[in-house]
């Protein structure tokens, strides 16, 4: 399942000048993510974010006259939240929270952070949630192109997260995203080999680095080739390449 969140940023004061977000956004977004669910289903709440549960979905954000402004992003405001879903509870909890942020509390919600106290007055409404075509595969092999920057993380132990991008270790990245694919969709796959012949391939990739909550994070974007059964191909661009994904990272488009 894949819809798109169309909202509205603003300053608390009532200012009609060009928005500024600081690069800790998608944690304010998670926060939103995590108030919806938790005011419409509070115990898929509990399960999905206390017992830790994997996250088979994404997001990306696309910000209207973006433009990065030393470490913020300067914005008319308008902005747009697109989210993709394999699991199909995860996705319908998804949509109703939205649904929820839109109807209620006069639609002005925080949109903040508990990192960088310069988002504290901003605000959020929802303006429209609208679902899109889901994408369709008919060849073992497409080119897709990242809408947010992929993570390759290895734990290192309990304390300690390694992460490389593609072009600092392709191979290592390669290996990272592929085990990584392969435990998101275990449950979803009768034939287990059918996983092992899932790839991807680089073709024009570049370092970033993003903050993901507290953390400064390697990550990947630009466009790589997946091969593999067609199944396995749809299941990848609905729930995102890597890990991060529920916290807006991996986010893929077939081009």
Same mark, same amino acid.
Request: net charge negative; glycine share 8%; with cysteine.
């Given at each position: 399942m894949?819809?798109v969140?169309e909202?509205q940023l603003k300053h608390?004061?009532?200012?009609t000048?060009k928005?500024?977000v600081?690069?800790?956004f998608?944690s304010a977004?998670?926060?939103?993510?995590k108030?919806?669910?938790?005011a419409t289903?509070?115990? *898929?709440?509990?399960?999905l974010? +206390? =017992?830790? $549960?994997l @996250?088979?979905?994404?997001?990306a954000v696309y910000?209207?006259?973006?433009k990065?402004?030393?470490d913020?992003?300067?914005?008319?405001?308008?902005?747009k939240i697109n989210i993709?879903?394999l699991d199909e509870w995860?996705?319908?909890?998804?949509?109703n929270?939205?649904?929820?942020?839109?109807?209620?509390?006069?639609n002005?919600h925080p949109f903040?952070?508990?990192?960088?106290?310069r988002?504290?007055?901003?605000?959020?409404?929802i303006l429209s949630?609208q679902?899109?075509?889901?994408p369709?595969?008919e060849s073992?092999?497409i080119?897709?192109?990242?809408a947010?920057?992929?993570?390759?993380r290895?734990?290192v132990?309990?304390k300690?997260?390694? *992460?490389?991008?593609?072009?600092? +270790? =392709?191979? $290592?990245? @390669?290996?990272l995203?592929?085990?990584n694919?392969?435990?998101k969709?275990g449950?979803?796959?009768t034939n287990k080999?059918?996983l092992d012949k899932?790839?991807i391939?680089?073709?024009?990739?570049?370092k970033t680095v993003?903050?993901?909550?507290d953390?400064?994070?390697?990550?990947?974007t630009?466009?790589?080739?997946i091969q593999?059964p067609?199944?396995i191909l749809e299941?990848?661009?609905k729930?995102?390449?890597?890990?991060k994904?529920?916290?807006?990272?991996?986010?893929?488009f077939k081009?």
């Open positions: 894949r819809f969140v909202a608390g004061s009532g200012s000048d928005v500024l600081t690069q800790y998608r977004i998670v926060s939103l993510i108030q919806g669910i938790q289903n509070i115990s *898929f709440y509990h399960e974010f +206390d =017992e830790n $549960k @996250k088979l979905y994404t997001f910000f209207d006259q973006g990065f402004k030393g913020t992003i300067e914005t008319s405001g308008h902005i993709s879903a995860q996705a319908v909890n998804l949509y929270a939205f649904v929820y942020l839109k109807q209620s509390h006069q002005q903040h952070n508990r990192f960088d106290h988002d504290d007055d901003l605000q959020i409404s949630i679902p899109i075509r889901e369709h595969v073992d092999r080119l897709v192109k990242t947010s920057p992929i993570i390759a290895e734990k132990d309990i300690k997260d390694f *992460f490389v991008s593609a072009t600092r +270790d =392709e191979a $290592k990245f @390669k290996s995203v592929q085990e694919l392969k435990l969709l449950d979803y796959v080999t059918d899932f790839e391939q680089p073709v024009e990739m570049k993003i903050r993901m909550f953390k400064c994070v390697e990550a990947s630009g466009r790589l080739l593999g067609t199944n299941m990848a661009l729930c995102g390449l890597g890990s994904t529920g916290s807006g990272a991996g986010f893929i081009i």
